[in-house]
């Protein structure tokens, strides 16, 4: 057995780090949420000290809700969001199913030609991006953020998902066709079923950076009607820089929706990221 | 004749991803290329060959701002790589370690600051540390390092490495999971023959899990230099456009976005943001290189 299972010295400090940069990680989150709900005057006071009864007060988001539009910004950042992660588990899990079952000329050439994707940032190509967006009319419409967001998500999605459809036995997929199912209703029916983990694996990876994501929003669709929560919060924030309450708020309601798609994901991704996806 | 027979089914498995990638990211990409060997004479484009590439390299004034970024950059680069990545393999460790009770609730809080959007923590990091609210001088106060304090992001000399840290407070979650899943793969067989020999504790981290887990932290390194090479959320959200004090923060994300976008008096040039885009583009792709034949093919792989 190893020695340091029994060296309660060692146990002590192991605790002792990870409760230290537990609180480093969490401290200026909390700090955020208790001051949202404190006066002005409790925030200078005691910027440390739990909202009491003296010192409670919603005035900040209550800016909020007058002055910004969080409800059409977050309904902005959902539709966006969902959309693309629908585009990418579709296509994504279509072209990876192709690659991985069929066997045809440059299957291994498509395959690297997908994946060049995964290490070369769609960033890079923002100039022209915009340039397109512009041309064909879809700059400020969600649907520029939506095709960007696909493409970004594509190359690691089929990436995973071949590796996984690789493990799909043939014999089922032969059973399939020896009743006469078409090569359409084996994928969906068979074969999409069973990948059921690895697609949540990839949508809870992409979900995340096209929540957060400012660069986009802000070139391709920096428009009221179109903004995004992160983008919505940001120019926000901006013109609220002295109003200590609202920007307190602000921050504060943009760290909810993450916060809980977080706790209802976090298994699924610690999984997905423990499962070695990424190697 | 059944060779010759065009398998549909193929095509529409895989056109709708082909499509929204071909056109959406490779053929965006090639045209910024493109565009970056082209300016604007009166309302037109015309070919202009190296000439921005001669502006941005050879012109004093764009130089300046380009050497500043991409040296800002490495900065920022080099941050992530010696405080990021060591607290990461230090945490992915403790966490390892079998009989740690706890272990999932840590990983999970820890793991929170990567989930945040960049807003939120530019703005978070930016009041805890202002000067005006005190949270940060006081909490050194506390501990009798008050006199140390200053308002980092607000100095030159200072603000980069600050926003640096920041960045790493963000993302340490990243390799503290990569790492501690490849921890977790090591067979205990491997480590009870070591046991035998002697080996435990720090030596067992150093001289056997250690070198089992490069492959690991060599696809950190990468994933490092290529989120660094194009981070730009962060900077924006805590510095503005301006990467402020002075462009002391700058970094080749902003500098592109302020010259193809334009801001405050200055007018938007997509040709002179494709060539900076295109300086990015070589970068990464150098480093992706380095790290695809120099690093990953010398490295040893242990299959077990």
């Known amino acids: 057995m190893n020695k340091a299972r029994r060296n309660p010295v060692n146990m002590i400090a192991a605790h002792g780090i990870l409760i230290a940069y537990t609180i480093i990680a969490l401290f200026p989150v909390v700090v955020i949420l208790i001051n949202s709900f404190k006066t002005r005057r409790a925030i200078f006071r005691e910027p440390l000290a739990v909202p009491d009864a003296e010192s409670f007060s919603t005035i900040g988001y209550q800016t909020v809700f007058n002055q910004g539009d969080f409800f059409l910004y977050f309904q902005n950042s959902m539709i966006v969001t969902v959309a693309s992660l629908f585009f990418v588990l579709l296509f994504g899990a279509m072209a990876a199913f192709a690659l991985a079952e069929y066997r045809f000329k440059g299957n291994t050439l498509m395959g690297l030609y997908l994946a060049l994707g995964i290490m070369i940032p769609i960033r890079i190509g923002t100039v022209a991006i915009l340039e397109m967006m512009v041309a064909t009319g879809l700059v400020n419409t969600l649907w520029a953020l939506i095709l960007v967001y696909t493409a970004q998500g594509l190359p690691l999605a089929v990436f995973i998902l071949s590796e996984f459809m690789r493990t799909v036995s043939d014999d089922l997929?032969?059973?399939?066709?020896?009743?006469?199912?078409?090569?359409?209703?084996?994928?969906?029916?068979?074969?999409?079923?069973?990948?059921?983990?690895?697609?949540?694996?990839?949508?809870?990876?992409?979900?995340?950076?096209i929540w957060n994501d400012l660069w986009f929003p802000l070139i391709l669709a920096p428009a009221e009607a179109t903004k995004t929560l992160t983008l919505g919060s940001q120019v926000f924030i901006g013109q609220f820089v002295t109003d200590w309450n609202a920007v307190l708020s602000a921050l504060s309601m943009a760290i909810l929706p993450v916060m809980v798609l977080y706790v209802i994901f976090s298994r699924q991704l610690i999984r997905g990221i423990t499962s070695g996806a990424v190697k | 004749m059944k060779n010759a027979r065009i398998r549909w089914h193929i095509l529409v498995f895989l056109a709708p991803a082909v499509l929204v990638y071909t056109a959406i990211m490779i053929i965006p990409l090639f045209n910024t290329l493109r565009l970056s060997l082209y300016t604007e004479v009166g309302q037109e484009r015309v070919f202009a060959g190296l000439e921005n590439f001669r502006t941005l390299f050879g012109d004093p004034?764009?130089?300046?701002?380009?050497?500043?970024?991409?040296?800002?950059?490495f900065w920022f680069f080099i941050?992530?790589?010696?405080?990021?990545?060591?607290?990461?393999?230090?945490?992915?460790?403790?966490?390892?370690?079998?009989?740690?009770?706890?272990?999932?609730?840590?990983?999970?809080?820890?793991?929170?600051?990567?989930?945040?959007?960049?807003?939120?923590?530019?703005?978070?990091w930016k009041l805890i540390l202002s000067p005006i609210w005190g949270i940060a001088p006081e909490m050194m106060d506390a501990v009798g390092l008050g006199d140390f304090y200053q308002p980092w992001l607000g100095l030159e000399e200072t603000s980069l490495t600050t926003l640096a840290l920041i960045s790493v407070w963000q993302f340490v979650g990243i390799p503290m999971m990569l790492i501690y899943a490849a921890l977790l793969t090591i067979p205990d067989e491997i480590l009870e023959a070591g046991e035998c020999d002697g080996v435990t504790g720090l030596a067992a981290f150093w001289k056997i899990k250690l070198p089992l887990i490069l492959p690991s932290i060599g696809i950190i390194s990468i994933l490092t230099f290529v989120g660094n090479f194009n981070a730009f959320d962060l900077i924006y959200a805590a510095q503005g456009a301006l990467a402020g004090p002075n462009f002391s923060t700058d970094i080749l994300g902003t500098f592109m976005y302020r010259t193809f976008f334009g801001f405050q008096l200055q007018l938007g040039d997509p040709h002179m943001g494709s060539a900076i885009a295109s300086a990015m583009f070589a970068i990464i792709l150098i480093g992706v290189c380095i790290y695809l034949f120099g690093i990953q093919t010398r490295m040893r792989r242990y299959q077990f």
């Open chain 1, 173 to 209: 997929k032969n059973a399939g066709r020896i009743d006469g199912l078409s090569e359409y209703t084996i994928f969906f029916r068979l074969v999409l079923p069973l990948v059921r983990p690895a697609m949540a694996t990839v949508a809870v990876f992409n979900m995340i950076p």
């Open chain 2, 79 to 124: 941050i992530h790589m010696l405080v990021q990545n060591p607290i990461g393999i230090l945490l992915a460790a403790i966490l390892s370690h079998p009989s740690l009770r706890f272990a999932t609730l840590y990983r999970t809080a820890i793991f929170v600051p990567t989930i945040l959007s960049f807003v939120i923590v530019g703005f978070a």
């Open chain 2, 61 to 73: 004034r764009w130089s300046a701002s380009f050497w500043n970024a991409l040296a800002n950059n």
